[in-house]
């Protein structure tokens, strides 16, 4: 299967807003062609209404001519008259003469004495009579002008407002479409990630994850809101001023055309060696950004071991690091990409002077001034694309970095999402032969099999390592079985969605996770299907309601991040709540009691009590006084079942288990003693 380009993924993006960005592009082009169109007003002001006044003149008796020294003068490219006498008015500098002959009006001025003027052009002498006008006489040739050059400024201003009009609403629908884009695209990321199995975040740093949803998502959000609309106006633009310059003249444009495959190139060389620095500023400022959460989260422990320095020698190294590529990518632009569109700017203007120039002197080409203008405008012209796009290089080379990388998380494996409802268990739980290993050469569990019956309360027990959490992650299927088959009710559980498995299963950990909100929305979790009443029922069925109402807004009351307000014995009360507000059929209660202290053990142990009632329950045991009337007790040790039975029949069997509780039995006494 042909793998698909991290350029053709964004486009993709791209055109789920299609019709807003054509709707944009169709505004812009029209915004270019009225823009496009002041070099060619400029070009005929310049040449008819101002340059032009410098012509040859037919004398008339026609009084709409202009009159001067009681004659009548037509510009002879303005009359149907094809006979009579020819008038040059003619213009050395800022001197005007009006000669009694048709002279060039390229002519070179030689002398001008006595009512006579000598002029040469070509070789050829020409002594005509003629004399220089005054200011005043001047005005009655440019008065007729006046009222033509007023229109055309009016046209030229109505034609840039018009253009203003569609700029904006380009802007607008380009920014409206690329902020969409990038919605959709955080949306996907983050829809995405709460479908990721377990062991991606356990493999990824919680910094690195951040940074894709924020930091990657940002600068393709650049990409979208700046880069589109620089390259798709600066790429319309050029293409507008390419055609202007054919009409105007097909040599200089083909040469000018010249300039497309440099910046094609140049922006290939730029890919490549811009894009490599860029991936690394990427990566390593992902890598700050873990390092920095990671400090935040243990900044308890750094501190108490007095670790300060050495983690910000870590975090120095990284930013190091990304200083010093970031320096390498300023360098690359400084040496390039602006001196580039210099140097390409420069070459282009000596090309007009060596091409005109060159032509004026052989005589094959005599460029008018308005002409001459209207080129060099969009010459000029020109080169404001190229350098918008030129300084885009880098942004872009940024933003697909940062799309590869955010790709790369799309692509990872999602789980499977099926949300169609189930009927709740009975609870009864088999594990069949099951073995599961993190990876295939170590086996955490070997070959388990154990049933537990519907309302019956089973705890394990055994050293750290034994696999007692592993038996409940594979049970929530947050892993599956590398072997055998895990079964409630008699389904297997890999036959339904990870979702439906876990929508009757509830859990509490040893370190009940609060979020931010207020009490009640952490024991609802926004569920609708339970109400207000049934979780202040959940809280007071546990004994949460002690505290809770004692507090200023009761059960309303904000909750801070991981609800460091609240003790841990008071956590757990919530996470407990929680668990029977969601009424689940099978509760796992992973070491619940581990970090509570002895004189919130006993509210605890009640509210357990409260929580178990009618339910299938997996207790992972830490303290063997907690488990004592638990129906079956499983002794794991290296992932396999050593001993079973309740408490009773474990002590008789004078096995692990008994020097367990004898352990903690002999370390309690020492206490009170």
Request: hydrophobic content about 45%; overall charge negative.
């Amino acid at each position: 299967m042909k793998k698909v380009t991290t350029e053709k993924r964004l486009f993709q993006y791209a055109m789920n807003y299609k019709k807003t960005i054509i709707i944009g592009l169709v505004c812009l082009m029209f915004a270019v062609a009225l823009e496009l169109s002041g070099p060619f007003i400029a070009k005929r002001l310049i040449d008819q209404h101002i340059v032009g006044v410098a012509n040859h003149y037919l004398v008339t008796e026609n009084e709409a001519g202009i009159s001067l020294n009681g004659q009548q003068y037509v510009r002879i490219d303005r009359t149907d008259e094809n006979s009579g006498q020819i008038a040059t008015l003619f213009q050395d500098g800022l001197t005007f003469y009006l000669l009694e002959d048709e002279i060039p009006l390229q002519a070179e001025l030689i002398e001008a004495d006595n009512g006579m003027v000598r002029l040469e052009y070509e070789g050829n002498t020409y002594e005509v009579e003629g004399a220089a006008l005054s200011a005043n006489e001047v005005f009655a040739f440019f008065e007729g002008e006046l009222k033509p050059i007023m229109w055309l400024l009016i046209l030229y201003i109505s034609l840039i407002l018009f253009a203003s009009i569609f700029v904006y609403y380009k802007t607008y629908l380009l920014q409206y479409a690329s902020n969409r884009i990038i919605q959709k695209m955080r949306r996907d990321v983050f829809h995405h990630i709460q479908r990721l199995p377990i062991k991606y975040f356990v493999d990824q740093p919680a910094g690195k994850i951040l940074a894709r949803v924020t930091n990657d998502t940002e600068a393709i959000r650049e990409l979208y809101v700046k880069v589109l609309e620089v390259f798709a106006s600066g790429s319309i633009y050029m293409f507008g001023i390419f055609v202007a310059l054919f009409i105007l003249d097909v040599k200089l444009a083909l040469i000018s055309l010249l300039l497309v495959p440099i910046l094609f190139i140049w922006m290939n060389v730029y890919k490549k060696v811009g894009g490599k620095y860029n991936r690394i500023i990427r990566e390593t400022n992902s890598n700050i950004n873990a390092n920095i959460n990671e400090s935040i989260q243990g900044m308890t422990v750094i501190q108490a071991y007095n670790q300060t320095d050495l983690i910000t020698d870590e975090f120095e190294v990284l930013n190091e690091k990304q200083r010093h590529f970031q320096t390498k990518m300023n360098t690359f632009n400084a040496f390039s990409s602006f001196n580039l569109v210099d140097l390409l700017r420069n070459v282009a203007f000596v090309i007009v002077i060596l091409y005109f120039g060159g032509n004026s002197l052989t005589g094959t080409t005599i460029v008018s001034a308005g002409l001459l203008y209207a080129l060099v405008d969009l010459l000029t012209r020109l080169f404001e694309p190229v350098n918008q796009i030129v300084s885009q290089l880098e942004q872009l080379e940024l933003a697909r970095a940062s799309g590869q990388r955010v790709f790369h998380l799309l692509d990872e494996e999602a789980e499977e999402v099926g949300d169609t409802p189930v009927n709740r268990y009975k609870g009864n739980v088999v594990f069949d032969q099951v073995s599961f290993a993190y990876n295939e050469e170590e086996y955490v569990l070997k070959q388990l099999s154990f049933e537990i019956k519907a309302g019956q309360t089973a705890a394990f027990v055994g050293h750290t390592g034994s696999g007692k959490s592993t038996i409940m992650n594979l049970l929530f299927r947050f892993y599956d079985p590398t072997k055998g088959r895990i079964l409630i009710d008699g389904t297997d559980t890999t036959t339904n969605t990870k979702q439906q498995v876990r929508k009757h299963i509830g859990i509490v950990l040893q370190d009940p996770f609060i979020f931010t909100g207020t009490i009640l929305s952490n024991i609802t979790m926004n569920d609708p299907t339970i109400s207000r009443e049934t979780a202040i029922n959940a809280l007071k069925a546990v004994g949460a309601d002690r505290f809770i109402e004692k507090l200023p807004n009761g059960y309303d009351e904000p909750v801070k991040e991981k609800g460091n307000e609240f003790s841990t014995g008071q956590r757990q009360l919530l996470s407990f709540a929680r668990a029977l507000a969601f009424d689940p059929a099978i509760l796992i209660l992973d070491e619940a009691t581990a970090n509570i202290d002895t004189e919130t053990e006993g509210l605890i142990q009640r509210a357990l009590q409260v929580l178990k009632q009618g339910r299938t329950t997996l207790v992972i045991a830490h303290r063997l006084s907690t488990i004592q009337q638990a129906d079956q007790i499983f002794v794991l040790k290296s992932g396999e079942i050593i001993e079973q039975g309740n408490h009773e029949e474990l002590l008789q069997m004078n096995g692990e288990y008994l020097k367990m509780y004898e352990m903690q039995l002999g370390k309690k006494n020492a206490q009170v003693s």
